[in-house]
Every structure is written in C-alpha cells, then in structure tokens.
Nanobody, 116 residues
C-alpha cells in the first residue's frame, strides 16, 4: 500500500509563489512515475506536471514556464515549485504515483488559493 501526503498549500496573492511537497511511503519511490494534478471547482482534474524515474518531466500548457516539478528519491518526496501564481491556479492539488506494475495511488490533496 502506497501512502501519499501532500503539504504546502495555502492562500497566496497573485504573482506569488508556493512550494508543494508530497511525502511518499510504501513503495520504492525512485521507480515510480510521479505527478501533480489539480482540480478546480466544477472542473475536471487536469495534469499539472509529471516526472518519470529518469527525472524527465512534462508540464501542462497552462503552467509551463511557471511551475517546476522535482523529486528527491533519497527523501521519498515529490515537489512542485509554483511561481507567478494566477487566480486560475486556484485548485486542490493532488499527488499521484504510478508504480512499475501499473498500480496508481493518489494523495488526499492540498488546497491552493490564489487571491488578493
């Protein structure tokens, strides 16, 4: 059983920054594909960024150039550095782990609110 716990969400003004963390346990973290998704009110969940076991990453169009995904395999932790935040970035952010077996696990999410 994989356990994912997100942290770092909160209220931030437009133009500000936040760093989200996702602490993982229960699997060999370094082998997993890790990703951040988000879901805004009344919208579908969307991919924010993904990083594979080799450290290669992809980003959603709306966050490219502003957000950076990274992973610390020694600490079993996934990060999302979010800069130049916009009101439309307001959402619950979820951490997702995809194991080499294909099993998928989700965290409970952390709320990010961008507002003045």
């Amino acid at each position: 059983q994989v356990h994912l716990v997100e942290s770092g969400g909160g209220l931030v003004q437009p133009g500000g920054s936040l760093r989200l963390s996702c602490a993982a346990s229960g699997s060999i973290f370094s082998r997993n594909i890790m990703a951040w998704y988000r879901q805004a009110p009344e919208k579908e969940r969307e991919l924010v960024a993904l990083i594979n076991s080799a450290g290669r990453s992809i980003y959603g169009d709306s966050v490219m150039g502003r957000f950076t995904i990274s992973r610390d395999n020694a600490e079993n932790t996934l990060y999302l550095q979010m800069n130049s935040l916009k009101r439309e970035d307001t959402a619950v952010y979820f951490c997702k782990a995809t194991l080499p077996t294909g099993l998928v696990y989700w965290g409970a999410g952390t709320l990010v609110t961008v507002s003045s």
